[in-house]
């Protein structure tokens, strides 16, 4: 049975481009790094309220997640989650704003914040479109992240019962609007603590053993960079040593691992482990390795249902669709592993996590309408094989 979705062929979205980009510019210059979401948190959540949103702060200690739903007018239909991320990485204090017609940006002392900022200003002007024309739609869970520039920490401690979509847009990739992210790798991270001996360095360097040699070895030997297409691995971060007189007792190494394929995964993880603790073992110093795994690769298929449905949605706005994998992770990792089908758009900003991060204002409203759009068809939306 095919999907038994309709498009509306349409007609321009009536987008109100000046309330987008007030509140785009607004939200941008709100300060709001990783794990210090209040005060925007506060305004998102007023917004909401004053949408006809019922409004849930789901504090998880280091910070929170907002949630608001928004009830649908139109019976049958199924939920529908929008998400995006209210933090950003820094530097953003005291953040100056050029903006014109055509082009926002920050002065380069600091980021825009676009990431996420454009999507959070998409959400809110496809929620005021609605709420102000009385459009037809099914219930719309938002789920507004924190922390997500800090280890997806918001969406890992989301409270997933209650949630009832189970389909999500999340709003968080850069690059033109169509762009579609269906795929990412799992990201595991390590901590390799390499332990020697002590000694003066001067008078009995042989009696030590330099744990910044054992390290220098370990890290000659591994693979690095990229692996394969699916693969990359990196050190990162390297610390020891006390003084120049002093054999080196002790270094720490900190280094990633990333790949679409569990398997390329796994083998190359085992193949740096088993390096370091042979090379170790033959220079007779302690090595303890910790891992974690930050989160889990997704891929959705070229037949689902709901990536078909997007892109149609694009291209009901005249827009052309890109199906893209990506290096990164993002909340959608989570709420993919979490079992809610997820795609991950861009919003159109562009050089994120820099001080020449911008967006186009046409870009921002592209994925406005855009959004619109899927809200509005996603009320007709029945994956295959569902009665109607
Ligand atoms: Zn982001």
């Given at each position: 049975?095919?999907?038994?979705?309709?498009?509306?062929?349409?007609?321009?979205?009536?987008?109100?481009?000046?309330?987008?980009?007030?509140?785009?510019?607004?939200?941008?210059?709100?300060?709001?790094?990783?794990?210090?979401?209040?005060?925007?948190?506060?305004?998102?959540?007023?917004?909401?309220?004053?949408?006809?949103?019922?409004?849930?702060?789901?504090?998880?200690?280091?910070?929170?997640?907002?949630?608001?739903?928004?009830?649908?007018?139109?019976?049958?239909?199924?939920?529908?989650?929008?998400?995006?991320?209210?933090?950003?990485?820094?530097?953003?204090?005291?953040?100056?704003?050029q903006?014109?017609?055509?082009?926002?940006?920050?002065?380069?002392?600091?980021?825009?914040?676009?990431?996420?900022?454009?999507?959070?200003?998409?959400?809110?002007?496809?929620?005021?479109?609605?709420?102000?024309?009385?459009?037809?739609h099914?219930?719309?869970?938002?789920?507004?992240?924190?922390?997500?520039?800090?280890?997806?920490?918001?969406?890992?401690?989301?409270?997933?019962?209650?949630?009832?979509?189970?389909?999500?847009l999340?709003?968080?990739?850069?690059?033109?609007?169509?762009?579609?992210?269906?795929?990412?790798?799992?990201?595991?991270?390590?901590?390799?603590?390499?332990?020697?001996?002590?000694?003066?360095?001067?008078?009995?360097?042989?009696?030590?053993?330099?744990a910044?040699?054992?390290?220098?070895?370990?890290?000659?030997?591994?693979?690095?960079?990229?692996?394969?297409?699916?693969?990359t691995?990196?050190?990162?971060?390297?610390?020891?040593?006390?003084?120049?007189?002093?054999?080196?007792?002790?270094?720490?190494?900190?280094?990633?691992?990333?790949?679409h394929?569990?398997?390329?995964?796994?083998?190359?993880?085992?193949?740096?482990?088993?390096?370091?603790?042979?090379?170790?073992?033959?220079?007779?110093a302690r090595?303890?390795?910790?891992?974690?795994?930050?989160?889990?690769?997704?891929?959705?298929?070229?037949?689902?249902?709901?990536?078909?449905?997007?892109?149609?949605?694009?291209?009901a706005?005249?827009?052309?669709?890109?199906?893209?994998?990506?290096?990164?992770?993002?909340?959608?990792?989570?709420?993919?592993?979490?079992?809610?089908?997820?795609?991950?758009?861009?919003?159109?900003?562009?050089?994120?996590?820099?001080?020449?991060?911008?967006?186009?204002?046409?870009?921002?409203?592209?994925?406005?309408?855009?959004?619109?759009?899927?809200?509005?068809?996603?009320?007709?939306?029945?994956?295959?094989?569902?009665?109607?």
């Amino acid at each position: 049975m095919q999907s038994g979705y309709t498009i509306t062929m349409s007609a321009a979205n009536p987008i109100n481009r000046d309330r987008l980009v007030q509140t785009f510019l607004d939200l941008v210059r709100i300060n709001s790094p990783s794990f210090a979401e209040g005060e925007i948190g506060s305004f998102l959540a007023e917004r909401l309220q004053g949408l006809g949103c019922e409004i849930n702060k789901q504090d998880y200690g280091r910070s929170f997640n907002l949630i608001a739903v928004k009830k649908g007018n139109r019976p049958g239909c199924l939920p529908l989650m929008l998400s995006g991320h209210m933090d950003t990485v820094e530097p953003t204090v005291g953040i100056v704003v050029q903006a014109d017609d055509s082009i926002i940006r920050s002065t380069g002392a600091t980021v825009l914040g676009a990431d996420d900022k454009s999507a959070l200003a998409q959400i809110m002007e496809t929620l005021e479109v609605i709420t102000e024309n009385g459009m037809s739609h099914g219930d719309i869970e938002i789920v507004l992240s924190s922390g997500e520039e800090k280890g997806l920490e918001g969406a890992r401690n989301l409270a997933f019962e209650g949630i009832r979509s189970s389909h999500s847009l999340v709003l968080d990739s850069s690059g033109p609007v169509g762009g579609i992210v269906v795929g990412a790798p799992t990201h595991i991270t390590y901590e390799m603590t390499i332990t020697g001996r002590a000694a003066h360095a001067g008078i009995e360097p042989e009696k030590g053993i330099s744990a910044i040699r054992a390290a220098a070895r370990v890290i000659s030997e591994i693979p690095d960079g990229r692996i394969d297409a699916d693969t990359t691995a990196n050190i990162g971060i390297i610390s020891g040593g006390t003084a120049t007189n002093v054999v080196p007792r002790k270094t720490v190494i900190h280094g990633e691992l990333r790949s679409h394929d569990a398997e390329t995964l796994q083998r190359t993880k085992d193949g740096i482990f088993s390096t370091a603790h042979r090379i170790c073992g033959e220079l007779g110093a302690r090595i303890d390795i910790t891992e974690q795994e930050e989160y889990r690769a997704f891929r959705i298929s070229g037949s689902n249902p709901f990536l078909l449905f997007m892109i149609n949605v694009f291209r009901a706005c005249g827009i052309e669709p890109a199906v893209t994998i990506s290096g990164g992770g993002s909340d959608a990792n989570i709420y993919n592993q979490r079992g809610i089908t997820t795609l991950n758009l861009s919003t159109g900003m562009q050089k994120v996590h820099s001080g020449e991060e911008f967006i186009m204002v046409e870009d921002l409203c592209k994925g406005a309408e855009a959004l619109l759009q899927a809200v509005k068809d996603f009320a007709g939306f029945r994956p295959s094989g569902m009665a109607r």
